[in-house]
């Protein structure tokens, strides 16, 4: 297959950027604000790099285009393929699995020969973008399968590939009925990272015991004679970034906004995800109730906020979801509530970034508490903007940030009383306490940034076993 003229190729279920209509009419592109492009952005321009992905519309075509100097791959999916490569078989049947089957995964044959199909389009994207040699980054769950389907048509690539989510134990993987196809998917890179070292020894042991291969370590070794590197590399934010943000007048201004429309409570308790029943938002909400029932918080003194971005609301699990939690809500809020002091304050929607970052700046006690999580990048996000090493962070140890942020208050998220406990000493903690176990956070986040991820995934792909001569040219300062 003839190459293109990228030296360094992401690929991604979605592009990094949002159509946004102006007040004029035009549509234009806005860069959505994840962290993967801001680290990303520098080693693209450096390299005449090419974003792949969906556009996020179904049944359009769209030729590649440039944006901000970044050149953007549109890949398209049909009305059908949306329901069953990426609502059915991506949030449906993987997203479950591979959070510890929280909820039942669907196994449909349709979804499957869906989510083969689509991967190949991308795969297929990325064969004719890429020049010889180049780099690709192939990023999560919904995209397995490309890193084989790539080197199958471009054998000249170094490709990468990074799992975002949990990768389950190996008796939970083997419910899959194409287990043994994504494993030989992901062993089509030179580098498969996950974000902890148990989720890259699940894999390499299931690649043992399930293809057959000889591994050692974090090596699997082909038939082929190529090696494939297993390994983790926790994802981290754009920490100088989001203190910045949260420094900014304006946004310490709607901090205090926020908490005077609140009532000025004592304690202003925050969760802040996207409405997903791996996030554990029953479990913290029932805790917060009994703590109000009980009298061990008092209704004027504490408001807990939670914001739940809506998210995947066609998938059932997540309409079923939705409903549960209006109701927790609302029996919660009509239990203990007093007229003016609704102790719970939900709000399903999505805000700006600097609404978020004023609502961290807001909080005396972060709530995180995942039943599974990958990393959980909200805890990162509250530390980075608590320069004034103030505020408590509440964290499940089921989170892969549990194993970096060492110093929050850590819970099983499944034993309500001891969530109970936790929050309950957070809220109660004095100023040298919380300084203390924030200032050892901040140093982890702020040194261990996203930059720094991506430079260490980057740096080990160039350079790991069979790597051929390096192509990929640092980003300008
Ligand atoms: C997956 C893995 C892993 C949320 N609501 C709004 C908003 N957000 C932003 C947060 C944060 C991001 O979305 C959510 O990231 P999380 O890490 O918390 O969770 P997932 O979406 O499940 O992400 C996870 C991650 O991938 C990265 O590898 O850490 O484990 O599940 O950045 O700030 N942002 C804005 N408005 C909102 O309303 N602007």
Redesign the pocket.
């Known amino acids: 297959m003839a190459a293109g003229t990228a030296d360094f190729v992401v690929i991604a279920n979605r592009l990094p950027v949002d159509r946004v209509t102006a007040p004029d009419g035009e549509t234009l592109w806005r860069k959505s ?3 993967l492009v801001t680290a990303l952005e520098p080693v693209m321009r450096s390299n005449g790099g090419a974003w792949i992905g969906w556009h996020g519309a179904s049944d359009e075509k769209l030729k590649p285009f440039d944006h901000d100097g970044l050149q953007l791959v549109p890949v398209h999916l049909t009305e059908q393929e949306v329901a069953e490569y990426y609502e059915g078989f991506s949030n449906a049947t993987l997203w479950p699995l591979y959070h510890d089957v929280v909820v039942a995964p669907e196994f449909h044959r349709e979804w499957w020969d869906s989510y083969v199909k689509v991967n190949r389009r991308f795969a297929e994207k990325a064969a004719k973008v890429a020049r010889k040699n180049a780099v690709v980054w192939v990023q999560d769950y919904q995209l397995q399968l490309v890193p084989r389907m790539l080197r199958e048509l471009r054998p000249d690539l170094r490709i990468g590939f990074f799992l ?2 949990p990768f389950p134990p190996t008796e939970l993987f083997q419910q899959l009925p194409w287990r043994k196809e994504i494993l030989e998917g992901l062993l089509g890179a030179d580098l498969v990272g996950f ?1 902890m070292p148990g989720a890259a020894q699940n894999f390499v042991r299931l690649v043992r015991q399930r293809v057959g291969h000889k591994t050692h370590r974090d090596l699997v070794y082909l038939p082929d004679g190529r090696t494939v590197m297993a390994r983790a590399y926790p ?1 981290s ?1 754009d920490a100088a970034g989001f203190e910045e943000l949260a420094r900014t007048p304006h946004v310490l201004a709607r901090a205090a906004e926020i908490r005077e429309s609140l009532g000025n409570p004592t304690t202003v308790i925050l969760g ?3 409405l ?1 029943y791996t996030k554990g938002l029953r479990q913290r909400l029932r805790a917060f109730g009994e703590l109000i029932a009980e009298g061990s918080l008092h209704v004027d003194d504490a408001v807990f906020v939670q ?1 739940a ?1 809506p998210s995947r609301e066609r998938v059932q699990q997540y309409k079923i979801l939705r409903d549960d939690i209006n109701r927790l809500v609302g029996r919660i809020n009509g239990d203990v509530g007093r007229i003016g002091h609704q102790p719970i304050q939900y709000l399903h ?5 600097e609404e ?1 970052a004023a609502l961290y700046r807001a909080a005396d006690v972060m709530v995180v508490t995942p039943l599974r ?6 805890a990162k ?1 509250y530390v980075a903007c608590r320069y004034d090493n103030r505020g408590s962070l509440v964290l499940s140890e089921f989170a ?1 940030a549990a194993s970096e942020l060492k110093s929050a208050y850590q819970v099983n998220p499944h034993d309500i009383n001891g969530l109970k406990a936790s929050l309950l000493e957070a809220v109660q903690s004095g100023p040298r306490t919380s300084a203390k176990r924030m200032k050892a956070m901040r140093k982890q986040v702020m040194e261990n940034d996203i930059e720094r991820w991506a430079g260490n995934f980057l740096r080990e792909l160039n350079e790991g076993p069979g790597a051929h001569a390096m192509t990929l040219r640092p980003s300008a300062p």
């Open positions: 604000p994840g962290g975002h989510i974000q994802i934010i802040i995800d996207r997903d914001v971005t929607a999505s805000y700006p970034r978020m999580d990958g990393m959980n990048l909200v996000e892969g």
